[in-house]
């Protein structure tokens, strides 16, 4: 009997039947309340490292409050909810078991209104309160996908110990289109019962299609939360029915309080973190610099710089290395990713020094056993700064030749920061700001003098088009620092 059939008959033996607190069917489940609520418990450390944290307290003591306050009114009232904003550009949000749930920081700049916040408030706590996450793993056991900059790239890369798992962590954030289905009925339902209109729900759906086609640093709320279908239309139509015996005058948006609250929200990259300009690398506050590949994704996080082509078959990563000294980082290096050296070498990149290593890697399980296509693997050692980074490029042994001048481009290009344009690069921020006329959004963008080729990103920004008409007095949100 293989494994896998083992894990399933187990699955068979030893889970039971639960009554879902949503439907009210039964199913079967392989995780009771404590396991979700410890589940939960296990990822939130490993989510906040990854991200980090955005340190606002008038938004986190708003989405504390408004989360409480939803929960309590929830089918699930009494599971341990924690409501967080993470230090990310990228426009997502999602839950993990137990009621752990993460905004963006992204995210928050994208609402216009309290009532669009509201809906996808509920979306997430109605993942939660569904079980999505412990249904899915009843069906996706044996679940390995690693994103990366919303792509996947080999599941082999898993096993490489360097590699930050983005998604393998978070396997869970990936739903169903029934499971978004039932997010959104149970979205609208939630943000109703709280006094919100759920049709600006459906309106910011629209604002995130039209986002769907920029890159991320984090899996896109559309790539983790798939479309199932014409969600505008339904949303409304599931937002008419909760609201047919209410008094729609009453229900609360609050567009002008939730635009005071964002306003100075960081917007896109932090430049202290670093950032990516023409496909080169800049850290600021670290001073180095180097080139990714044309075209390649990537992902930046608080611990590693990861980059990957589109065909998901090599990844890069740069990270700090384990060691005072580059012989004491290279045996680090070499025994935490169980490398096989086929060659050391010591070398100088851009004057600083250095160690080339060629390695083998057979991904392996906990008892020795290969479960995994051999990997090539070119590490860089470099001491900067009183600092050892770790370059790692790696694909599958058929693919590393076509890979590797990519690996090497990259890694001979670090270098020292001095372009002092780059090392004061300022944040952009969010600037809330009222029209002094009525016109359309492009005349009013171009009276308040900002550039151009921002202005379609700001249109998606207000959740307005460009030639929407905006009346004299209204709040819209424009860009301060860098532009």
Request: glycine letters at 8%.
């Amino acid at each position: 009997m293989n494994n896998v059939l083992k894990i399933l008959v187990l699955v068979v033996v030893f889970s039971g039947c639960s009554r879902n607190p949503v439907t009210g069917k039964k199913e079967l489940s392989l995780m009771s309340e404590a396991q979700e609520i410890s589940m939960g418990r296990s990822y939130d450390p490993q989510i906040v490292e990854q991200y980090g944290l955005y340190e606002n307290k008038n938004l986190q003591a708003f989405i504390n409050t408004k989360g409480k306050e939803m929960a309590a009114i929830s089918h699930r009232p009494n599971l341990p909810y924690d409501f967080k904003i993470l230090d990310s550009p990228v426009v997502n949000a999602f839950a993990v078991p137990g009621g752990y749930v993460y905004f963006t920081r992204g995210i928050m700049a994208h609402f216009n209104n309290e009532a669009e916040f509201a809906g996808v408030l509920g979306h997430e706590i109605g993942h939660i309160t569904a079980k999505h996450s412990a249904r899915q793993q009843t069906t996706q056991l044996l679940t390995q996908i690693l994103f990366i900059g919303g792509i996947m790239v080999s599941k082999d890369f898993r096993e490489f110990a360097d590699v930050a798992q983005q998604g393998i962590g978070l396997m869970f954030l990936k739903n169903s289109r029934s499971h978004e289905t039932e997010s959104d009925e149970l979205g609208v339902e939630y943000s109703t019962k709280v006094g919100y209109d759920a049709k600006y729900m459906a309106g910011f759906f629209n604002t995130l299609k039209r986002l769907s086609g920029d890159e991320g640093r984090l899996p896109t709320f559309l790539s983790t939360h798939p479309d199932p279908g014409d969600r505008f239309t339904k949303v409304n139509k599931l937002a008419d029915a909760q609201q047919v015996n209410l008094d729609k005058s009453k229900l609360k948006v609050n567009r002008d309080s939730y635009l005071a609250m964002i306003d100075g929200l960081m917007y896109g990259d932090d430049p202290k973190q670093g950032f990516v300009e023409n496909f080169v690398f800049y850290h600021p506050e670290l001073k180095f610099l180097f080139p990714i590949p044309n075209q390649w994704k990537f992902v930046n996080s608080p611990t590693q710089f990861q980059m990957a082509p589109a065909d998901g078959k090599a990844l890069m990563v740069l990270a700090m290395a384990n060691g005072k000294t580059l012989e004491e980082a290279k045996n680090n290096t070499i025994t935490e990713n169980k490398l096989q050296i086929i060659e050391s070498t010591g070398i100088k990149v851009n004057g600083y020094p250095a160690i080339a290593l060629l390695s083998d890697m057979v991904p392996t399980d906990q008892s020795g056993q290969a479960t995994g296509t051999p990997l090539k693997v070119l590490t860089y050692l470099i001491e900067y700064n009183n600092l050892i980074y770790k370059f790692h490029g790696l694909s599958a042994k058929d693919d590393f030749n076509s890979y590797f001048s990519s690996f090497q481009t990259t890694m001979k290009g670090f270098n020292k920061l001095t372009d002092s344009s780059k090392i004061n690069r300022q944040a952009t921020l969010i600037k809330i700001t009222q029209t002094n006329k009525t016109a359309s959004l492009r005349e009013q963008l171009n009276d308040l003098k900002m550039p151009l080729n921002r202005h379609a990103e700001l249109a998606i920004l207000n959740g307005m088009m460009l030639t929407d008409n905006v009346n004299k007095g209204t709040k819209i949100k424009i860009f301060s620092g860098h532009l």
